[in-house]
């Protein structure tokens, strides 16, 4: 019997605090509100720009080793060895058709994934034909995803990676932005990394989707009885979450243009929503449903590339 996603989220615990935030990670504005209290900390608001923060984060080994400890979908994969890889499998060809679908149907090149877990993503786009690399800050994680591909496998983050700058055509990562401490200081570690002309493909949950002010609106009234929805939807493991609106600026910050936000539907309801009890299944696919009419979601998938040189 599989864990009810809503309890596996909270079994992973919250990813380590300590560190106070006291600027917004994109703005710098030193004007954070309380929002919302999550379980060991804060939710703030920015309030020059309204990108979200936790009140404490932490960096380096602490993190490293909170993510050799955590799998990546703790929780919400299923029980049996059969089930995971199969599930991991579905969600790698996803992404690479998401990519193919936003940038063409290149099938060769250099492509790193940052976050790139067990492997998965790079295994498949390297059976399509690109030459792949990836960086992983889960010891364990990265150690199965090297024995997964021809290329290397960075165990680190993009700031010590030993890559070439200006190296990578194509750089994607799945689900990353809201777990970095300071998402500034690796996007510019990315932006380094890439070639000139290269792709960015980042997905992360959208702070603009329209349900958000609902949902803290419940959260704030009956905190009790919404506590399991709150703990999935502001997750423990997050530091930040950004807008669709203001992603942009984040990109354009260390240098590269953005060219495309889409909304794309959450894990949760593609791949895991078979493990919700009855209603949450009913909600989660009427929320679908909404948001496909509505050209909306909890989640975007954005491209950005790094400008080429004119001649
Ligand atoms: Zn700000």
Request: proline share 6%.
């Amino acid at each position: 019997m599989n864990t009810d996603p809503t309890e596996g989220v909270r079994s992973r615990g919250m990813a380590p605090g300590g560190t106070p935030r006291t600027s917004c990670p994109l703005c710098e504005g030193t004007s954070l509100k309380p929002t919302l209290r999550l379980r060991d900390r804060q939710l703030l608001t920015c309030s020059e720009c309204g990108v979200r923060v936790t009140d404490t984060y932490a960096d380096g080994d602490a993190v490293a080793d909170y993510y050799t400890e955590i799998e990546a979908h703790h929780g919400k994969l299923g029980t049996s060895l059969a089930d995971r890889d199969g599930a991991l499998r579905a969600i790698a060809r996803d992404q690479a058709d998401r990519m193919e679908s936003l940038c063409g149907p290149r099938r060769f090149g250099t492509f790193l994934e940052i976050g790139c877990s067990r492997g998965h993503l790079l295994e498949e786009m390297q059976n399509r034909g690109w030459r792949v690399q990836g960086i992983e800050v889960s010891r364990r994680s990265a150690a199965e995803a090297a024995g997964r591909i021809d290329g290397s496998v960075h165990c680190g983050t993009p700031e010590d990676a030993p890559f070439a700058p200006g190296s990578m055509q194509r750089i994607a990562m799945f689900d990353v932005l809201a777990h970095l401490p300071e998402p500034r200081r690796t996007l510019a570690a990315v932006e380094r990394l890439l070639a000139p002309g290269g792709e960015l493909l980042l997905s992360t949950v959208n702070e603009d989707w329209r349900l958000v002010p609902a949902f803290l609106a419940a959260f704030k009234l009956a905190p009790a009885r919404t506590a399991g929805m709150r703990d999935e939807m502001y997750e423990g493991q997050h530091y930040c979450y950004f807008r669709a609106s203001n992603v942009g600026q984040l990109l354009e910050s260390v240098g590269l243009t953005l060219h495309a936000v889409r909304p794309i539907e959450p894990l949760s309801t593609r791949f895991f929503v078979h493990q919700y009890g009855w209603k949450r299944r009913l909600a989660l696919l009427g929320m679908v449903q909404a948001d496909r009419l509505l050209r909306s979601s909890r989640k975007m998938i954005v491209l950005a590339k790094k400008p080429a040189p004119k001649f």
